[in-house]
């Protein structure tokens, strides 16, 4: 019979690894963000992330790979020169991060850098920058037990794409504060918080969202392991004619490394 104590551990290790963004775990899932109150006339918007993580080890090494299909939605009122709604696919985004074993951390610090960019391959003008864009991203994680918290942080320059469209000189931070309770839920808040240095109007450089939500790690029986979030933001800092509020759903399969049962 499985012991219930050791299942436990097990489930809320695991929710630890997945709100870490430079842990080895590999992980297929999707995030989805609709967001209200956006536009003249108080649109709603979606944005559909597939999203993959990867890893290769060297050593007490490993690349961590992240990528992000993004696939936008556009309602039909929100776009001036189109009779329809838009949806397809906008800017992918790759992140590699060079990490160390945890076992290595440094002042209970888990690190991680690399580069992160931005692919032109939107399917529309509208759903995309029109730029190929490359930058440097950090990301430095505690977790003392309960708690997983820590920062992710990047600045992206544009290097070739359209003439004709703005530069991109875009920075994200986005703060993460995790609590894990013993059976697989947890509290969570990940704001992204995002500046357009580029932008003509300083009253239109920040985002600022605030506020965060709930989730949980489950297994279903000889399946694999899943992760399902849910959160809600309210932006005290935005563009003019940027949503008011996100909903924010998120849905993970997890590969967990399987343990050493030999004895």
Known sequence: MANPMAHAEEIKKLAEEVQNPV??????????GTSFGGGANNHLFNLFNLEASTTRRFGDW??????TIPIP????????????????????VYTGFL????????FKLIGGVGPTFIFNTATDDRLGLGKW???PTLAIVSIPDPWVVGALARNLWSFAGDNHRPKVNAFLV???????????????????????WEAEDKRNRWTIPIGG???KVMFRGEKRPINIRLQGFYYLEKPDRAP??????????????KPDTAK
């Open 73 to 92: 939605y556009l309602p039909a009122n929100a776009i001036e020169d189109k009779t329809g709604s838009l949806t397809g696919l906008g800017d992918i």
């Open 99 to 106: 990490a160390r074993d945890e076992s290595k951390r440094l």
């Open 244 to 257: 008011d509020w996100t909903l924010q759903l998120q849905f993970q399969i997890l590969f967990p490394d």
């Open 133 to 135: 864009s490359v930058g």
């Open 213 to 215: 939500g709930f989730g």
């Open 62 to 67: 490993a690349l961590l790979n992240r990528l």
């Open 23 to 32: 842990s080895d775990l590999v992980r297929i899932g999707f995030t989805n």
């Open 174 to 196: 986005q703060p993460f504060l995790n609590y894990n309770f013993s059976n697989g839920w947890y509290l969570t808040s990940t704001p992204v918080i995002t500046a357009n």
